[in-house]
């Protein structure tokens, strides 16, 4: 109860922020797109992790607000990095299901965001869980904005029961392997083969494969090897704020 009453309190004195996360080309390492993850620091509790607030927000009718603030903060900030001359650049948003109810306009608030900032539709993706692909709902709402060029990806893939279906049957651009598979990569070789399969399948379906997580030289150089298309992960670089990310841009030109 008191963390919400302290993520209201966020909310209202605009505490919470946005930080990046680069998504590389596997092959360049050039930086292709961000990740926008909300960092939320209060002067009692120290950075609260979203693992903890976000669900809070669930349930106390807050996700909404969270949800509206980390996407006109990522829309403003992606126009910095194209005014700065990264136009080929995007940044990916996190969604919970809870933010597809019919009552909030998903379709109108993103698209409001997106043209508010003069971005191209395609220079947003939105992710969402492999949990959520079932829910009728929320896949109608993403067919629409995925009409006007917004891009989905497909998150924590490869966690609990996934199914291949849930990539053939929902357009989708990207999928993206949990971290917790990437861990056991190295040491598992069933695990390779099944990477190895994904990213081929993917490939033939047009859908890129992003790899979460990637924290050693060995995890990348399987997954280069297996035709992985984009890495995320420490061993580039965790989450940073806006400034630093333009200062990465420049760096990796
Ligand atoms: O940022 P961190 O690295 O701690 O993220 C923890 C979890 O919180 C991730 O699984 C991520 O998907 C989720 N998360 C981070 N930012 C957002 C957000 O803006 N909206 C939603 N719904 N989830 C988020
Ligand atoms: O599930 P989702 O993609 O939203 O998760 C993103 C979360 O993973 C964030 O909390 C982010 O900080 C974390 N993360 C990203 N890369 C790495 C990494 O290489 N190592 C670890 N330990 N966490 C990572
Ligand atoms: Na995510």
Redo the contacts with the bound molecule.
């Keep these: 109860i008191k963390l919400r009453d302290k993520l209201k309190e966020a909310l209202k004195e605009k505490l919470l922020d946005v930080h990046y996360?680069p998504i590389v080309d596997a092959k360049t390492g050039r930086i292709r797109k961000f990740?926008a993850?909300i960092r939320w620091f209060d002067e009692e509790y120290g950075m609260v992790s979203p693992?903890n607030f976000i669900p809070i927000a669930e349930e106390f009718g807050l996700i909404h607000y969270v949800g509206q603030f980390v996407l006109e903060k990522s829309c403003d900030d992606l126009s910095k990095i194209h005014q700065a001359g990264f136009t080929d650049v995007s940044i990916s948003i996190?969604r919970s299901v809870n933010e597809f109810k019919s009552t909030n306009n998903q379709i109108e608030l993103i698209s409001e965001a997106i043209e508010k900032a003069n971005l191209p539709y395609n220079a947003i993706t939105i992710?969402v869980t492999e949990s959520m692909a079932t829910n009728k709902y929320t896949w109608h709402v993403l067919s629409i904005l995925r009409s006007k060029g917004v891009k989905i990806a497909l998150?924590?893939f490869c966690t609990g029961y996934s199914s291949l279906s849930n990539l053939i049957d929902n357009q989708v651009d990207y999928v993206?392997i949990d971290?917790s598979f990437v861990d056991s990569l190295v040491a598992d070789k069933s695990k390779q083969a099944m990477i190895k399969c994904l990213v081929d399948l993917s490939t033939q379906l047009n859908i890129r494969v992003i790899a979460?997580?990637?924290?050693q030289s060995v995890q990348l150089k399987m997954l280069q090897q297996y035709g992985c298309h984009n890495i995320?992960?420490?061993?580039y670089s965790?989450?940073k704020p806006i400034k630093e990310c333009l200062n990465m841009l420049h760096g990796s030109k």
């Design positions: 996360q990740e993850l693992g996190n992710e998150d924590d993206k971290k979460e997580g990637v924290e995320q992960g420490y061993y965790p989450a």
